[in-house]
């Protein structure tokens, strides 16, 4: 198979409305690994339409506890287990993502026990492996090198970019952050940026359309990265491609692919990719 993103869902942001894109999960496959990159509501049945068999999955990397990017991670694995999953898989991630995963499997435990005595399964326990992002990480996969940098998501102080570099290619995911420059140096020469997006514009619609949270503007506009400073990013970095993605908003009518590209034009004069869910991004 061909290097490529596919692009599960990019909205930014954990809720679901009728005929919106869903949060935020990417498939990548490149120098013949198969990596999922977080797992948002709806990764599953987004994974499985794209094409892939669950049990395909070698690694998921988890950026951050973020719901919208760990949602569907327990679920997931699970159902790639009564899938068929047989061999081990590692799950990176940051510091929590052990508690997390405890959790689940408690809440499995029931159901966990019959399948393994009735159907003859192998113990889920024995295949997930954890391993811990942090500060630093660098680490092969099968000569699939992946590094990680901490960026700025406030009140998120373990959030972090991710970088895949085969003999032929790179790809950098920005994971959630506001505007950073040391991301810049993290991304240089990559073949594909994918970063996420905001059009302050967009930011008050998002505010009106949900109730409950007070302090969401606020959030929105310290912890996010504009589109244009996405763009600028990109510009520092010369990377050959960006592909905006972790849209803010993702599923206004009032906004269309043209508001993105305007404010992108302003930073960013390359090739500049709106992602949407289902999207396929060759790389190299």
Known sequence: ??????????????????????????LLTMAGQTILVDCGIGATRSAVEAGLSLPEIGAIFITHLHSDHLLELGPLIYTAWTTGLCRPITVFG???????????LASMAYDRTIRIADEGRPELLDLVRLSKIDEGFRE????LMVSALRVD?????????????SSHASVVFSSDTAYFPPLA???????????????????????????????????????????????????????????LNHLVPADDPEFADADWFGEVATTWTGPTTVGRDGMIIPVG
């Open 1 to 26: 198979m061909h290097d490529q993103i596919t692009l599960l869902g990019v909205k930014g942001g954990p809720s679901v409305r009728q005929r919106g894109a869903m949060p935020t999960s990417i």
């Open 140 to 143: 092969s996969l099968n000569g």
């Open 94 to 104: 940051p510091e929590g993502i052990g508690a997390y995963w405890d959790g689940f």
């Open 185 to 243: 140096d993290f991304a240089r020469g990559a073949d594909v940026l994918v970063h996420e997006a905001m059009l302050p514009a967009g930011v008050e619609s998002i505010v009106r359309r949900t109730p409950g949270a007070t302090r969401l503007r606020q959030h929105l506009l310290a912890s996010h990265t504009t589109a244009a400073d996405a763009g600028r990013i990109a510009s520092m970095a010369g990377v050959r491609h960006l592909v």
């Open 153 to 165: 998501h406030p009140p998120v102080t373990d959030c972090f970019a991710l970088r895949f570099e």
